[in-house]
């Protein structure tokens, strides 16, 4: 019997898990960026590699030398915790970061892009000029090179999907060294509606995911979150 291959929309539902490294890899030409952020939205991302303002947004980014769209975006679950802590100067409250160590589970979204690409993304992440490549040498022997102090400078590699290996950003500290700070109205929109936008969850498993998280859980319930992702889907 002949086996179909999966439609497009049926890969936009699969949550994908990275599998661990199990030794230092090479360089590739080409790398997952898995961002649990902002940068779920395709239109903010957008803004990161082609150059722009993403909506809503007062600073303007310069983009990716290689400007071309990633090849293709899936949703993904890390293993580690979601929180929130230091205050964003740009959502106010609490921004997210990712602690790899901690129990639960990040969802986020997966961009393929080329190690040039990420490169760029994470400089203006750290507030730098994109256009010096990374040695990701570190990162994808250990799993994880702090390239700085700053909250977005440590470079994580969960491990790899299809051979290829997963690369994020965070703060070099654990949620156990710092106090969470409750996210705002206006990100927690933002994040649940990159999760909507990256395919698998629905609206209530969203809200609960996000009023878990460190620095939201007693401060947002799911039912504020699931209201504020209405009210963004109503806009």
Not at 26 to 48: F, I, K
Not at 116 to 128: F, L, N, P, R, V
Not at 189 to 199: D, F, I, M, Q, V
Request: one cysteine or more.
């Amino acid at each position: 019997m002949e086996t179909l291959a999966p439609t497009s929309e049926e890969l936009s539902m699969v949550v994908h898990t990275a599998t661990p490294l199990a030794q230092a890899m090479p360089t590739p030409g080409q790398v997952w960026y898995a961002s649990y952020g902002s940068n779920m939205h395709m239109d903010r991302l957008a803004a990161y590699i082609a150059g722009g303002t993403p909506p809503g947004a007062t600073r303007t980014y310069p983009g990716c030398r290689d400007r071309r769209a990633p090849e293709r975006s899936i949703a993904v679950e890390l293993e580690g915790c979601l929180y929130f802590a230091t205050e964003s100067p740009v959502w106010t409250g609490g921004r997210g970061l990712y602690d790899p160590t901690a129990e639960g589970r990040t969802r986020g979204r997966a961009h393929l892009v080329t190690p040039g690409q990420i490169s760029d993304i994470a400089a203006q992440e750290m507030y730098k000029d994109p256009g010096a490549d990374l040695d990701l040498a570190t990162v994808l022997r250990d799993g994880r090179d702090e390239l700085g102090p700053g909250r977005y400078e440590t470079l994580i590699c969960p491990g790899t999907i299809e051979g290829i290996p997963v690369l994020t950003f965070t703060a070099p500290w654990t949620l156990r060294d710092v106090e969470v700070l409750t996210p705002s109205a206006a990100y927690l929109r933002h994040l649940a509606g990159g999760l909507l936008e990256s395919g698998p969850w629905e609206e209530q498993d969203i809200a609960e995911y996000l009023a878990a998280c460190p620095g939201a859980a007693g401060h947002w319930a799911a039912e504020q979150v699931r209201e504020l992702l209405a009210a963004d889907i109503r806009q």
